[in-house]
């Protein structure tokens, strides 16, 4: 079974004519009602004596906004840039 990356991969290199294929990979999505981290915010807007850490705490989790996935995924339609695979996350 092919997954739909792979799909798009193969589509891009047969069809190179009349097709552009771009593969956007995103961190975790969070906002406009992705409620993987409300938890977290939550406690820390009602000023938890702590939050939760993990391991060492060094580790570094890559996050995007909808809106910014959003964005990225406008600006590489509109500028057809030379890079095929794009990284969008937020800036540490």
């Given at each position: 079974?092919?997954s739909?990356?792979?799909?798009?991969?193969?589509?891009?290199?047969?069809?190179?004519?009349?097709?552009?294929?771009?593969?956007?990979?995103?961190g975790?999505?969070?906002?406009?009602?992705?409620?993987?981290?409300?938890?977290?915010?939550?406690?820390?807007?009602?000023?938890?004596?702590?939050?939760?850490?993990?391991?060492?705490?060094?580790?570094?989790?890559?996050?995007?906004?909808?809106r910014?996935?959003?964005?990225?995924?406008?600006?590489?339609?509109?500028?057809?840039?030379?890079?095929?695979?794009?990284?969008?996350?937020?800036?540490?």
């Amino acid at each position: 079974m092919t997954s739909y990356f792979q799909l798009a991969i193969k589509l891009g290199r047969t069809l190179k004519k009349s097709l552009t294929c771009y593969v956007v990979c995103s961190g975790i999505n969070y906002g406009n009602g992705e409620n993987i981290l409300h938890w977290l915010f939550k406690q820390a807007w009602q000023g938890a004596s702590s939050l939760p850490i993990y391991g060492t705490g060094t580790n570094v989790i890559p996050l995007i906004h909808v809106r910014d996935l959003a964005n990225i995924v406008l600006n590489v339609i509109d500028a057809k840039p030379k890079a095929k695979y794009i990284l969008a996350v937020d800036q540490r």
